[in-house]
């Protein structure tokens, strides 16, 4: 996938459907932080926080959760 | 269980802008919720748009028909549905009832809102659906 | 077919074939002055076709046929051929043309820059066009501009203007000659339509590009007003205005990205067309 | 007629050299309308063509190369919504030439997707087709039915984000048509490809195409079609076990007729029957510039291509009812 950033948000074309996604944050910093692992959601919170400031961790958790839920109903992230 | 990006992931160094230090990120409710929109293809309204289309009530293959007031298709003789329009609407025809609140030609008041139901029910692959779709090209 | 003509518009040459001789009489006679084609290849085949067994003769009204079709497509009367036909020629080129993506936006060029108008009909992005292109702009187009996505420049397709309504008495006061203008069809289903053959520096430099400088969204009938859009925005509704973006795949988002991300956007409210020019000039002289 | 010429250079493409520009304009004009443009413009390959023509024929190829994409893509979505099932996604026709790399797949026209499903469990198949997105085509009482009722597949879904169609099927032809052939051995005998989609055997992808060409529908179409068992036929140099296959089918007569007509078309030239010669006709009616020259042959298939589905009482039952409400053949 292409990720290109503009003024207010960030273009995605996703090549394998083709499809263009206009994401905003947190979305590139989650696709950034997968890049090609697989990580449980409690490890991929733990590695944005080491980056950026979460918040209380169980609403970043729930948060994290419905952003990947949306990500894999696009096929952008699958889960293994 | 642990997520991974599709087939296809991210090449890195083009990716999203990385700012140096803690940054706070934008999460929350409204944000959170709108995150992601993806471009659907256009092709219909656009294509349609540079051409003059009209849309039939109902669809020809359920001619015969009537329409209920809440724009779904019935059997004939359905109580309080009006028979199909005796011929199709065109594109500026139905613009002008969605937009503009004017009347279909030749239509009473409760017919009309019947037949723009069933104009707005009307999904892909159904006769009239790709001049629908071009009158909703969003401004 | 019975009768038919070969004609050359910016990059793409199109076959067109009617049953009646009328319309092909008139499309010889608006694009006489265009460059003769290469030969008879032809990258689309356009017909109109007899809208049933009968519709030859009586009450004659045409099918825009073509190799590529729309199933929602409504037959026309035979006196609204010459408008069939151009329709029919746009729609190939909206379907089936992948060498550039296209925008349905109108777009004019000056000092070897390129400045594109797109909006709904109504907007009056083609008649600002049309207008421009008689006052020291080169007319490129007034239907579809077409991004390279090599090079990022603009190509022109200027086939005949198609003015409408209001518009034709508008460009028959600025344009004078009346040779320049085609039979007015009145009350076709987009209203009374007459045609406008661009100015001949726009027909004979219709093969030359130029690089984007300014992206305006006019809109006619509203104040005066004028209110930068974002380059998300802006992507968004070049991807509406586009017929072929989801077609041309990675090329096309990497051309509408760039041209986005280089390229001002800016949405313009006018009354008059007039007022218009006035505003495109302050904010064509504006720019680095 | 260029839907001969169209035939002639798919055979044997040399016979490009020396045509004229109208000719060219009756060939791409053919082969738009029969979806056989990347097709044909594989076939001339690197051979040397008119200046305007090359152009056409790269913008042909990408266009194949990006379908192809997306309705890989398109598998790969059904796969995910009925994996949790354990419903293996076994593709057919134009997606499954593609997935498996077959020569029939190379600039193939690919519309929608094709997927066979076993017929115990159509209704979970759609369920779960429907909670990832897909929606029902056409809502109407009737339609519904009948495809319930005889049909071999569900009626059309479309997903409503990406506005593809999939098309489920549960058996291979009509449940009125009279070979009926066994969807449940070509499940058991399907392939699995690297990734966990499945494809059908090579025997029965031949038999499937001929089915779906000659014992269904009016041949609109014909031509690629019948390129698809062209290439089929060529990557299957023993015909033996094909030829039981087809017979456990009911599909020997409408295997002997495609590959005479496969052979006649694209293949050696060689001879053919007297009732071939109206396949033959009926495929050939595109005329230069791609328009129907043999209506009335056109309407005849389309009469027998009701025939087909449906024992005469219940098709006149059919034809009354769609009749009634205006639909025509034209």
């Known amino acids: 996938m292409l990720l290109r950033p503009l003024d207010d948000l960030v273009l995605l074309y996703h090549r394998s459907s083709g499809q263009t996604h206009m994401v905003a944050s947190p979305v590139p910093e989650i696709l950034a932080e997968l890049g090609d692992k697989a990580l449980h959601l409690e490890e991929l919170r733990s590695a944005l926080e080491q980056n950026y400031d979460l918040g209380e961790p169980e609403a970043a958790r729930a948060e994290l959760s419905q952003h990947l839920g949306d990500l894999c109903a696009l096929g952008l992230v699958r889960t293994t | 269980m642990p997520v991974t990006l599709g087939t296809d992931a991210p090449a890195r160094n083009e990716s999203a802008p990385m700012q140096p230090g803690r940054r706070q990120l934008l999460m929350g409710g409204a944000v959170a919720a709108c995150a992601i929109v993806s471009i659907r293809p256009a092709l219909a309204q656009s294509a349609a748009s540079v051409l003059h289309c009209q849309v039939p009530v109902p669809d020809p293959a359920r001619s015969g028909n009537m329409v209920a007031p809440d724009g779904s298709v019935v059997a004939p003789g359905t109580q309080g549905a009006f028979a199909g329009a005796g011929r199709p609407f065109t594109g500026e025809e139905v613009k002008a009832a969605l937009r503009n609140g004017k009347s279909l030609p030749g239509t009473s008041y409760d017919q009309n809102r019947a037949y723009l139901n069933y104009i707005r029910r009307l999904q892909s692959g159904t006769s009239g659906f790709t001049c629908y779709a071009s009158l909703q090209m969003p401004r | ?288 | 007629m260029s839907a001969r010429l169209l035939v002639e250079v798919l055979r044997s493409p040399e016979r490009i050299s020396g045509l004229s520009d109208h000719e060219w304009n009756a060939l791409i004009s053919a082969a738009r309308a029969e979806r056989l443009t990347a097709t044909l413009a594989h076939r001339i390959g690197d051979r040397q063509v008119p200046a305007k023509i090359a152009p056409i024929l790269n913008d042909a190829k990408a266009e194949a190369e990006r379908e192809k994409m997306q309705a890989l893509w398109e598998a790969d979505r059904a796969q995910v919504a009925l994996a949790p099932l354990g419903i293996p996604v076994v593709l057919m026709k134009g997606t499954a030439y593609v997935a498996a790399g077959l020569s029939a797949g190379q600039g193939r026209f690919i519309g929608d997707l094709d997927i066979l499903v076993p017929r115990d469990r159509l209704d979970e198949a759609e369920a779960a087709l429907l909670a990832a997105g897909w929606e029902w085509v056409k809502p109407d009482p009737y339609d519904d039915a009948y495809y319930r009722l005889w049909m071999h597949e569900l009626p059309p879904l479309i997903h409503r984000e990406r506005d593809r169609m999939i098309d489920v099927h549960h058996t291979i032809l009509p449940l009125t048509a009279r070979p009926t052939p066994d969807a449940e051995a070509m499940l058991a005998d399907s392939v699995e490809l690297p990734g966990g989609l499945r494809v059908l055997s090579p025997d029965d992808r031949i038999c499937h195409a001929v089915a779906h060409m000659f014992a269904d529908g009016d041949l609109a179409g014909g031509l690629r079609n019948l390129w698809d068992i062209k290439c089929l036929l060529g990557e299957m140099p023993d015909r033996t076990a094909l030829t039981q296959r087809a017979r456990h089918h009911g599909l020997a007569t409408h295997l002997e007729r495609a590959i005479r007509l496969a052979d006649h078309f694209y293949g050696k030239g060689g001879a053919i029957t007297m009732t071939d010669h109206l396949f033959r006709a009926r495929l050939l009616f595109r005329d230069a510039w791609g328009r129907d020259s043999a209506k009335r042959l056109g309407q005849a298939f389309y009469i027998r291509s009701h025939l087909l589905r449906m024992p005469p009482m219940m098709l006149a039952r059919h034809l009354w009812t769609k009749w009634r409400r205006g639909y025509r053949p034209v």
């Open chain 3, 1 to 288: 077919m019975k009768h038919s003509v070969t004609l050359t518009i910016g990059p793409a040459t199109f076959r067109i074939g009617s049953a009646w001789g009328q319309p092909v009489a008139q499309l010889r006679a608006l694009y006489a002055g265009y460059p003769a084609p290469p030969g008879a290849i032809a990258d689309f085949t356009v017909r109109l076709d007899p809208a049933g067994p009968l519709r030859r003769w009586w009450r004659p009204s045409a099918r825009i046929a073509g190799d590529y079709m729309l199933p929602d497509a409504a037959p026309m009367a035979l006196h609204h051929g010459l408008l069939a036909a151009e329709m029919g020629m746009n729609l190939q080129m909206a379907l089936g043309w992948r060498r550039h993506v296209l925008i349905h936006a109108s777009s004019v060029e000056k000092d070897g820059r390129a400045l594109v108008m797109t909006g709904e009909s109504g907007s009056g992005k083609s008649t600002l066009a049309a207008m421009l292109g008689e006052r020291g702009w080169r007319f490129m187009g007034d239907e579809f501009a077409l991004l390279d996505p090599t090079s990022g420049a603009i190509f022109p397709f200027p086939r005949l203007v198609s003015l409408k309504n209001v518009a034709i008495g508008v460009m028959q006061d600025f344009v004078g000659h009346a040779a320049r203008f085609g039979p007015l069809m009145q009350a076709t289903p987009k209203g009374d339509i007459r045609h406008l053959i661009p100015p001949a520096d726009a027909i004979a430099r219709m093969q030359e590009g130029a690089p984007p400088a300014l992206l305006l969204f006019p809109r006619f009938g509203h104040a005066r007003a004028i209110r930068p859009v974002g380059q998300g925005e802006a992507f968004m509704r070049l991807t509406q205005a586009s017929t072929n973006y989801v077609a041309c795949g990675e090329r096309g988002f990497t051309a509408l990205h760039r041209f986005v991300s280089n390229v001002p956007g800016i949405a313009l409210d006018f009354e008059s067309g007039a007022q218009a020019i006035d505003m495109i000039d302050d904010l064509w002289a504006d720019l680095p």
